[in-house]
């Protein structure tokens, strides 16, 4: 129903309603039953133990499973409990991630008024706002939360802030008249009023008119329970890497299987050979070790004033291609500034932001403001006029009132005055409050001589129809059609650049008296001047937005607000390019979701649209291919931040709904965090790619040690226990550390990875490869060698080989630093790496020369000859490849 169409007596007869009297008692139970108690409802949770089990179906985790069985199979029981204590500790991980999440609904509930005051029975009462019914009668007033959706029925100088709903940043006016005309926004339907907003003024009566999910606040609950969480790119990485490993584990049991029964050897044996393989294969530590990185990166994000509440989403914001925005609070600073003045024929630019009183008056003129009368009666008179005050706490200055009252109080606290002085200089006799029909707030004040004098603001076209006459360079001059003109565009001038605009008169009074009306006091007043304001953008914002566009990142601008106000703050910090398309929620409204998927890549601000909007924009870039970050702090911005890939919340003025629907929170609601959180997560990607450059590299190796060693009918080089020691202590430490490692420079100069890109895109799948080959060979010479040399101490080489194998690998790590090469950035540069090498070279050494460990692993201790075989060996792998490289940096010159 279009309720904010209707005319009161209409809405009255269609709910079944009675304004004077209210419901009955027994007619509230009944609908009571019928609609159902007025409270949003919750998607039942799933039950704790599926949730639990929903964690064992990650494919790598199938993989880790296997590695487990294959091991138990060789009897290696104390490898198979280590791999099951890494599964189950991810497990639990992964289910308190998921069972702290969802808290967004009752975020939601919170936001609902616990009582109101209701009409029943001719009588007003108290009544918890849970048992509110359609059709019941509510009275409100400033400092109320409005516990329903309401039509309005009654409104004196009611003012009602919604920016958790419709994302504006002034407290919309209400009114009780119908409002007509098609597709009507929320925030431009003036008589209604909706579940979870606040009364800031005046008072109001209303009729019921959605309880429940059937509120507006409802529709975002229910958006919240259905938008889908999406998978992130570097789950979608792990489970495509598990897949590949898997399918490599099978294949070359398969191979080894078949090689050696056509060689001869029994069956069981071979079948025991190609589980080896398999575990060399399997990086077991690998899950455990991203769960590492990203939680250091979380940490070190903490640092930079950005809380993350679910890690993967540290990953994704190195991917991210689009930044949705809200914009008021997050690009703007939800403080309405007075930034132009103009009075008596001269403009004043006012420097200064947010609510503290320091900034200065620029005269475009020759005048001075020390020297200018209607300046300064333009601000003190704005001041008196006004409920707003300033309020000092600590180092901040934090607003009690109207938004609008408070830049103007403000403004006049930039010249020097005070409300204190003012009032010790003025008596305020009477107020005639702002309402929605005159659209105007007067005061009567009496100065030290006695006088009285009449002082008004409100809209520009409004005070210049109840004017006669300005204030013009000093002097009163009637309002002439020339005068008309000037004060007209003076008017569409600032407009023009997106400020809110209030005009103040005034007029001297005489044989006043308490019962005159509005009408006889607000006529023939003496126009004095505009005040310009605006919420003004963050002074970081437009190099954050700047550094985004060189990082290859859009930002995209997605508000509630005006659309006028949207392009002049898109196009100010730099979203808004020449001839860039902007985009109404009326016009959003006509289209399909196709429709909407063709254009919204051309599109960089979205104004005057619905949480419903919100939500279809983030899909439709999501379906174009983009990963979507979508930054916001209302309640109307939590669906869409919910769906995106990395939903971003304000922890300073974000609501509570918001947050818990994101995945990453900035402490300082500095849009320009964003920027840093993006580096973060980029950098903790390639060191996520460093490491499983590192792992696979490694065991690439292995498994080829252990397969050219049955081609060639040999010995196994390595015994399965050595292996997976290897696997999970030699290469664990060395592989954490390089996800502490430091960004390249030019990491935010680079374009943000496509989506679908592959983890062993960029070449690492040869680099990989390549150095695995080198790695496997060199250890398989160094076991032939000295197996020749002892043919009959097969333990002794398999040491070597061993020994070998961890060194090259140990070496190897700081080539997987940079993709050029090993010599391209300082080791110092990552003392956890140093320290991690350091470490895993002295547990070797432990394993190969403490007798009790020996028997353990199958090692004995080895000669120094044997070291200076195991050093030549095991540096050969990058010295080949370092001299490659030079080889062909030459050739290239040579060219």
Same mark, same amino acid.
């Given at each position: 129903m279009k309720w904010h169409e209707m005319r009161a007596e209409e809405v009255e007869e269609q709910i079944n309603s009675d304004f004077e009297a209210g419901l009955s008692e027994s007619e509230a139970k009944n609908r009571l039953l019928q609609y159902g108690t007025n409270e949003l409802q919750e998607a039942e949770r799933p039950n704790a133990f599926l949730v639990f089990l929903e964690q064992f179906k990650d494919f790598m985790v199938v993989v880790l499973l296997a590695a487990t069985l294959i091991s138990g199979l060789l009897g290696e029981y104390i490898d198979a409990v280590a791999i099951i204590a890494i599964v189950i500790i991810n497990a639990f991980l992964?289910?308190?991630?998921?069972?702290?999440?969802?808290? =967004?609904?009752?975020?939601?509930?919170?936001? =609902?008024?616990?009582?109101?005051? #209701?009409?029943?029975?001719?009588e007003w009462r108290k009544v918890a706002s849970r048992e509110i019914v359609v059709g019941d009668i509510i009275k409100f007033g400033s400092g109320d939360r409005i516990g329903a959706d309401l039509r309005i029925v009654q409104a004196s100088s009611l003012e009602i802030e919604e920016s958790a709903l419709t994302g504006e940043s002034v407290p919309a006016v209400k009114s009780d008249k119908p409002v007509h005309g098609s597709d009507i926004s929320i925030g431009d339907q003036e008589n209604m009023?909706?579940?979870?907003?606040?009364?800031?003024?005046?008072? $109001? #009566?209303?009729?019921?008119?959605?309880?429940?999910?059937?509120?507006?606040?409802?529709q975002i609950a229910d958006l919240l329970q259905t938008a889908e969480t999406t998978i992130t790119p570097l789950q979608r990485k792990l489970e495509q890497l598990g897949k590949i490993l898997i399918t490599v584990a099978l294949m070359l049991t398969m191979l080894v299987v078949v090689v050696g029964v056509l060689q001869g050897h029994s069956l069981y044996e071979m079948f025991l050979a190609g589980v080896s393989l398999a575990v060399a294969a399997?990086?077991?530590?690998?899950?455990?070790?991203?769960t590492v990185a990203l939680s250091l990166g979380v940490q070190r994000m903490i640092k930079k004033k950005s809380i993350v509440r679910k890690l993967p989403a540290v990953e994704t914001l190195g991917c991210a291609s689009v930044i949705c925005s809200d914009k008021t609070g997050t690009l703007t600073?939800?403080?309405?500034? #007075?930034?132009?003045?103009? =009075?008596?024929?001269?403009?004043?630019?006012?420097? $200064?932001?947010?609510?503290?009183?320091?900034?200065?008056?620029i005269s475009e003129g020759p005048e001075s403001n020390s020297k200018n009368k209607s300046l300064h009666q333009l601000l003190t008179f704005g001041l008196l006029c006004?409920?707003?005050?300033?309020?000092q706490k600590k180092n901040q200055y934090i607003l009690d009132g109207d938004p609008t009252e408070g830049a103007l109080a403000v403004a006049a606290m930039k010249a020097g005055f005070t409300r204190d002085g003012l009032l010790s200089e003025f008596q305020i006799v009477k107020e005639y409050p702002f309402d929605s029909e005159r659209k105007m707030m007067s005061v009567v004040v009496k100065d030290k001589q006695g006088r009285l004098f009449v002082i008004t603001k409100g809209a520009p076209d409004v005070i210049t129809n109840v004017s006669d006459s300005l204030l013009w360079e000093g002097k009163r001059e009637m309002f002439s059609s020339k005068y008309e003109k000037v004060v007209a565009d003076m008017v569409h001038s600032l407009a023009s650049q997106a400020l809110r605009n209030i005009a103040v008169a005034f007029k001297p009074i005489t044989n006043?008296?308490?019962?005159?009306?509005?009408k006889e006091i607000e006529k023939d007043l003496v126009f004095i001047g505009i005040q310009g304001m605006i919420d003004p953008p963050r002074p970081e914002v437009k190099q954050a937005v700047r550094e985004c566009k060189e990082a290859g990142i859009r930002t995209v601008m997605i508000t509630g607000d005006h659309i006028v106000t949207a392009k002049a703050i898109a196009a100010e910090i730099g979203i808004l390019p020449m001839g860039g398309k902007v985009l109404e929620g009326k016009t959003l409204q006509k289209m399909s979701q196709e429709e909407l998927e063709d254009m919204v890549d051309n599109v960089y601000v979205f104004a005057r649209v619905s949480p419903q909007h919100k939500l279809s924009i983030v899909k439709a870039l999501q379906k174009n291919g983009h990963i979507v970050a979508?930054?916001?702090?209302?309640?109307?911005?939590?669906?869409?931040?919910?769906?995106?890939?990395?939903?971003?919340?304000?922890?300073?003025?974000?609501?509570?709904?918001?947050?818990?629907?994101? =995945?990453?929170?900035?402490?300082?609601?500095?849009?320009?965090?964003?920027k840093s959180a993006i580096k973060e997560g980029r950098n903790i990607y390639e060191n996520i790619r460093k490491f499983i450059r590192y792992l696979l590299a490694s065991n690439v190796g292995e498994i080829l040690v252990m397969l050219f060693a049955m081609l060639l009918a040999l010995p196994l080089p390595l015994v399965p226990i050595q292996i997976l020691w290897v696997n999970l202590v030699t290469d664990g430490l060395p592989a954490m550390a390089l996800g502490l490692d430091q960004a390249e420079g030019d990491v935010m100069k680079r374009k943000p990875r496509h989506p679908k890109e592959g983890?062993?895109?960029?070449?690492?799948?040869?680099?990989?490869?390549?150095?695995?080959?080198?790695? $496997?060979?060199?250890?398989?010479l160094a076991f032939i060698i000295v197996y020749k040399q002892h043919p009959d101490n097969l333990i002794y080489a398999q040491t070597v080989a061993f020994a070998t194998l961890v060194m090259a690998q140990l070496i190897h790590v700081f080539d997987c630093r940079s993709d050029r090469s090993i010599f391209h950035r300082n080791p110092f540069q990552n003392m956890y790496l140093v320290g991690a090498v350091v470490s895993s070279i002295i547990l070797m050494l432990i394993v190969i020369y403490y007798p009790p460990l020996q028997g353990i692993f199958h090692t004995v201790a080895l000669a120094p000859k044997e070291w200076l075989l195991i050093m030549g060996m095991a540096s050969l792998p990058t010295f080949l490849l370092v001299g490659t490289l030079f080889t062909g940096k030459a050739k290239k010159n040579m060219v």
């Open positions: 992964g289910f308190f991630q998921e069972r702290k999440a969802e808290k =967004s609904l009752q975020a939601l509930k919170e936001l =609902s008024a616990p009582q109101v005051t #209701v009409l029943r029975e001719k009023a909706f579940m979870g907003t606040l009364v800031t003024r005046g008072t $109001g #009566v209303g009729v019921v008119v959605a309880t429940g999910m059937n509120t507006a606040m409802g399997i990086p077991e530590g690998l899950p455990a070790i991203v600073q939800n403080k309405m500034t #007075v930034t132009h003045v103009w =009075s008596g024929g001269t403009t004043w630019n006012v420097s $200064g932001n947010g609510y503290e009183p320091k900034g200065e008056f006004n409920h707003a005050n300033i309020i006043f008296h308490d019962g005159m009306q509005e979508m930054t916001g702090d209302g309640v109307n911005d939590a669906p869409a931040i919910k769906a995106s890939d990395i939903g971003i919340a304000m922890g300073i003025t974000g609501t509570d709904v918001a947050k818990e629907a994101s =995945s990453l929170v900035l402490l300082d609601d500095n849009f320009a965090t964003i983890v062993f895109a960029r070449g690492l799948w040869w680099k990989i490869v390549s150095r695995g080959f080198l790695i $496997g060979i060199a250890t398989l």
